[in-house]
């Protein structure tokens, strides 16, 4: 909200009279209408292994974040030309795979992460859309500008936090909000059922269905909502079966031919018959149908192995060697500890970094090395040794902060920012992003599961920054 020298940012300047007008009274007042508004709503996730309750409303923030138009010009423009290499990144490793032959990106990087699924090769994808829903996770950089923290290409959730916060934010700062020139967001579901369709183009009418773990699932609440708002069913691996090569949805009328599957189960666990044999969550078949090209997976299986922490280094070079372009947004530092040298460095400054295993999410399985205890740190330089393929570092960032309500007073956090892109027969970034806070002072870590919390992202339209 203020500049170094504590002016206020021109385009935070009608949020911060209104503040200014407001006392901590009426401050607390919104801030619980907000979460009424939220526990009305039934907005939840899920906290593994917590002892008193799974089940818990999303903290969320009262003050929204502003991004100014030029800004988010140059974010958007900088996620799109991600997007496009990535997904011809995809093609490629599972088709020709010239980026490794040309050795852009190691062979082994790619072909032997855990995510890597050999039963995608040489399958058509539509569009040669892999990832049809990418929720890349930004940070502003001490210079400003935003910088790419790593990619969400496998089943990103979010987005329906974006759009509950964007709601309840309405209803905390009305006049505030239709002042400013607020990019809207509201078309989200229409643009993913869009988005879906177009990858069964070839079908006069395609039927989508959202496929969710179930109820018990962390992210459950979104699947339930996003197939509200899109109007299409919400199913379950139980409700679909697979013949002759084809899926359809059990319904009370018989059988219903499904043509697009917006799935939100993990790779292991999608058909029994082909990965994890053990899992109830999937159908039996449906890759096989897949691979016949009478249904649609949306995101396509394997799409994991691009936003691989390790191959997440490459990502600059794999713009580079596709577009003919440099990198928007910037990758930060990272180092690989594959590397021997890169091992070292890191062995020896693991109090200073950040070290991550490859296939983790959720702030889980990860060591901050400035906030660690000599313990911890032992017991991570022992798994970089006997696993170092396993783990990448970076160096501790300083998350740039975004105002927040705590205890009835406006105090500085750290916030991330993750915008949502759309892929299919066109690339639509939404302008408008879930912004992650660490609620906790001090802390850095931004994930729900963590402790964190969100708030509403406002995107203005352009000369939105100067409204009064």
């Known amino acids: ?41 039934g907005i939840t996730f899920t906290v593994y292994g917590a002892e008193s309750s799974t089940e818990r409303i999303i903290p969320t923030d009262l003050l929204p974040r502003i991004i100014p138009a030029h800004e988010w010009a140059r974010v958007e423009s900088g996620l799109v030309q991600r997007l496009q290499a990535l997904n011809l990144f995809l093609a490629d490793i599972y088709g020709d795979r ?11 990087l790619v072909l032997g992460a855990p995510s890597y699924r050999r039963e995608m090769q040489g399958l058509y994808v539509p569009h040669q859309a892999y990832a049809n829903v990418c929720g890349s996770d930004l940070i502003r950089q001490e210079s400003g500008e935003f910088a790419v923290l790593e990619d969400n290409l ?52 395609p039927q989508v269905v959202v496929l969710t773990p179930g109820v018990y699932n962390s992210a459950y609440y979104e699947h339930a909502y996003l197939a509200r708002l899109m109007g299409v069913p919400l199913v379950e691996g139980r409700d679909l079966v697979v013949h002759d090569n084809m899926v359809y949805m059990r319904t009370t009328t018989g059988l ?10 993990d790779d292991d666990f999608i058909d029994p018959l082909t990965f994890r044999r053990d899992s109830s969550l999937g159908v039996a078949g449906l890759f096989n149908a897949y691979r016949a090209g009478t249904v649609v997976i949306c995101n396509a299986p394997g799409t994991g192995v691009a936003d691989d922490k390790a191959v997440y280094a490459y990502v600059p070079e794999i713009i580079r060697y596709y577009l003919g372009e440099e990198p928007i947004l910037p990758n930060i ?10 091992l070292s460095h890191v062995l020896a400054n693991l109090d200073k970094l950040v070290v991550k295993a490859v296939g983790a999410s959720g702030g889980y399985g990860m060591l901050v090395g400035p906030h660690s205890t000599a313990a911890e740190r032992e017991v991570f330089a022992q798994a970089l040794k006997a696993n170092p393929d ?53 802390s ?25």
């Open 444 to 468: 850095l870590v931004v994930n729900s599961s963590q402790g964190g919390g969100s708030k509403d992202t406002w995107v203005l339209a352009d000369g939105g920054e100067t409204q009064p």
């Open 333 to 342: 530092e990272t180092f690989l500890c594959r590397e021997p040298v890169e």
């Open 98 to 108: 010239s980026i490794l032959k040309d050795g852009v990106v190691p062979r082994e």
């Open 256 to 265: 219903r031919r499904i043509d697009v599957i917006y799935r939100r189960v």
């Open 154 to 205: 496998r089943v990103p959730s979010g987005v329906s936090y974006m759009l509950a916060n964007r709601e309840a934010s309405k209803r905390t700062f009305p006049g505030t909000f239709r002042l400013a020139g607020v990019r809207q967001i509201d078309r989200y579901p229409d643009l993913l059922l869009s988005t879906l369709r177009s990858m069964a183009e070839w079908r006069p009418n």
């Open 390 to 442: 396993n783990y990448i570092a970076q160096p501790t960032i300083q998350l740039s902060t975004a105002p927040c309500l705590i205890d009835g007073q406006v105090e500085a956090r750290h916030v991330d920012l993750r915008p949502f892109i759309l892929s299919g027969e066109k690339i639509t970034v939404t302008p408008g992003a879930l912004t992650r806070v660490a609620l906790r002072k001090g």
């Open 1 to 41: 909200m203020y500049a170094a020298d504590g002016s206020v940012r021109p385009h935070f300047a009608a949020l911060a009279r209104r503040l200014q007008a407001l006392g901590p009274g009426e401050l607390d007042e919104r801030q619980r209408t907000l979460e009424r508004f939220f526990l009305l709503q």
